[in-house]
């Protein structure tokens, strides 16, 4: 199995700033992807950013200049680093890790996801 956890969201006013982290833990021989979506009230699931094990990353276009994605392998973590928040950026966002298991195969995984809420 493999466990994912979430942290870092909150409540900003407009113009500032979160960091949100997510760590991977279990039976993990090997990551792959990881990478940060998003759920607004009322609408689907999108992808936020996303970063492959050689450190190859890919933005929404809303997202572009404000946010950055980095992992560290080592500590089997990904971030992501918001700056610049605006209203619309309110969701919950989810991190997701895709790997290979020790008795499970290759995964993917989906954190429980945390709250962000930018006031204006």
């Known amino acids: 199995q493999v466990q994912l956890v979430e942290s870092g969201g909150g409540l900003v006013q407009a113009g500032g700033s979160l960091r949100l982290s997510c760590v991977a833990s279990?039976?993990?021989?090997?990551?792959?992807?990881m990478g940060w979506y998003r759920q607004a009230l009322g609408k689907q699931r999108e992808l936020v950013a996303t970063?492959?094990?050689?450190?190859?990353?890919n933005y929404a276009d809303s997202v572009k200049g404000r946010f950055t994605i980095s992992r560290d392998n080592a500590k089997k973590t990904v971030y992501l680093q918001m700056n610049s928040l605006k209203p619309e950026d309110t969701a919950v966002y989810y991190c997701?890790?895709?790997?290979?298991?020790?008795?499970?195969?290759?995964?993917?995984?989906w954190g429980q996801g945390t709250q962000v809420t930018v006031s204006s």
């Open positions: 279990g039976s993990i021989v090997s990551i792959n992807a």
């Open positions: 970063i492959t094990s050689g450190g190859s990353t």
């Open positions: 997701n890790v895709r790997g290979l298991g020790l008795g499970i195969g290759s995964f993917d995984y």
